[in-house]
């Protein structure tokens, strides 16, 4: 079997999970990969067969999307001519996460795609969602990346198409300790917006790692450090509690790690929405958004010691498993 396996590149959790999923993918079948999209720090080990610019977002400053950057860098002339270019019909089934050049190809071509990512999951049973609506929102997650078949991760097992996160190797073989800093990761604010708020909070120590530096410097009590992985991992594994946006893949880091956790959801990014509501349901404490008005409800976090008690085991094998054998046996189905 020859497998399209493509990955979303404008941020940090696709690529992520990518490292776990490829070597599961490869026992079973041939498989190339494809990236759309700039915006990820993360390098994969693997060759790369197809890189396109894609469709990506850009983040703001002041906890949102940019849609005015993200409109000016966005050439859709560019992007036809990559899905009319891909070649999905050389292989015999594509594994998509989130990514949309690959997943209009296959549409447009009437090759079998699946989903393998969190955004899939979002309008499937069970699963929490906000009480507001967002129509834009709305539509970008149901088109964005728009495949035949839906499996995804989240949280909690909501359906029997979901799957708890993958927890990359590098994570799951820290040892975990408990020093005295606080580890932020807020890529949808200026680094001067965090330090404004996070500054009045005496006493406690915030390492920031941001997206706007090229180099380490400190304010107060607020150090910011440029993104790097390995430290950004150190950082994690031995904070007292992480606040970071409400994604995915952060999130169920510091949840597998019992660390202390409160997310800020985005502005504008309606996903994110959908994770604050789950993760609200499960105890995590949800900030609207980083202003000097929620002082008192960060500093309540920072003395409770509620940890969240979810088990994420490592069953990436089992889930490649499961999605190829449903895959073989409707192929089988449909030829009967």
């Not at 999970?17 to 190339?32: H, T, W, Y």
């Not at 909690?156 to 979901?162: E, L, T």
């Not at 040892?175 to 708020?197: A, F, G, N, Q």
């Amino acid at each position: 079997m020859k497998i399209l396996y493509s990955i979303q590149g404008t941020g940090n959790g696709h690529l992520s999970r990518a490292k776990e999923i490829i070597p599961a993918l490869l026992k079973r079948a041939q498989v190339d990969i494809l990236i759309s999209g700039t915006q990820s720090e993360i390098e994969l080990p693997y060759e790369v067969n197809y890189f396109y610019k894609g469709l990506g977002f850009y983040n703001g400053k002041n906890g949102g999307i940019d849609f005015f950057k993200t409109l000016r860098k966005t050439n859709l002339i560019k992007v036809f001519k990559e899905i009319l270019n891909c070649p999905v019909k050389d292989y015999d089934l594509i594994i998509n996460d989130f990514e949309p050049i690959s997943a209009w190809a296959a549409y447009f071509r009437g090759v079998k795609s699946i989903s393998l990512s969190h955004q899939g999951t979002l309008y499937t049973k069970n699963v929490p969602r906000p009480e507001h609506k967002d129509i834009l929102g709305k539509f970008v997650l149901k088109n964005y990346a728009k495949c035949k078949v839906n499996y995804g991760f989240h949280f909690k097992k909501y359906n029997d198409k979901i799957y708890t996160p993958i927890i990359r190797k590098d994570i799951r073989l820290l040892k975990r300790t408990t020093k005295d800093h606080y580890t932020v990761y807020l890529p949808s604010y200026s680094d001067e917006k965090i330090i404004d708020v996070l500054s009045k909070i005496k006493g406690i120590k915030w390492k920031v790692f941001s997206k706007n530096t090229k180099k380490y410097y400190q304010k107060k009590n607020v150090y910011i450090k440029p993104i790097d992985s390995k430290k950004f991992e150190k950082s994690l594994v031995s904070c007292k509690g992480i606040l970071c946006g409400a994604g995915f893949e952060t999130p169920a880091e510091a949840i597998f790690l019992k660390k202390k956790l409160m997310v800020i959801p985005m502005k504008n990014q309606y996903e994110q929405h959908f994770n604050g509501c789950a993760l609200k349901e499960l105890g995590v404490p949800i900030l609207k958004s980083l202003k000097k008005k929620n002082i008192p409800e960060i500093k309540k976090w920072i003395k409770d010691d509620d940890i969240i008690e979810l088990d994420f085991p490592n069953d990436t094998q089992h889930i490649i498993d499961h999605i190829l054998y449903d895959y073989i046996t409707d192929e089988k189905i449909s030829m009967a």
